[in-house]
Nanobody, 118 residues
Framework: QVQLVESGGGLVQAGGSLRLSCTLS????????MAWYRQAPGKERELVAS???????KYADSVKGRFTISRDNAKNTVFLQMNRLSPEDTAVYYC????????????WGQGTQVTVSS
């Protein structure tokens, strides 16, 4: 049973940067997708960025050119570098692990708060 722990959230002014990290409690040897989601008050949870074992990355249109997802497989960690932050980025950010093989499973971190002030 793998656990995910996020860190790196906080308060930052508009135009600033933050780097989130998500560390898995154990290594996952099968192919998988790591992703970052976020949920703002009163809004649906949305996919921000994802990264497969093979290196394929995807981004939400709202963060393209500003956010970068990366993985350090040796350290069982995924990062989200967030640049040029705006108040619209304020949300709780969640790390997700998805393993597609039978039986597939998904795991979520507890979330970390990101607040961007104007």
């Amino acid at each position: 049973q793998v656990q995910l722990v996020e860190s790196g959230g906080g308060l930052v002014q508009a135009g600033g940067s933050l780097r989130l990290s998500c560390t898995l409690s154990r290594r996952i040897f099968s192919d998988n997708t790591m992703a970052w989601y976020r949920q703002a008050p009163g809004k649906e949870r949305e996919l921000v960025a994802s990264s497969t074992t093979g290196g394929t990355t995807k981004y939400a249109d709202s963060v393209k050119g500003r956010f970068t997802i990366s993985r350090d497989n040796a350290k069982n960690t995924v990062f989200l570098q967030m640049n040029r932050l705006s108040p619209e980025d304020t949300a709780v950010y969640y790390c997700n692990l998805y393993v597609p093989y039978a039986p597939p499973f998904s795991r979520w971190g507890q979330g970390t708060q990101v607040t961007v002030s104007s």
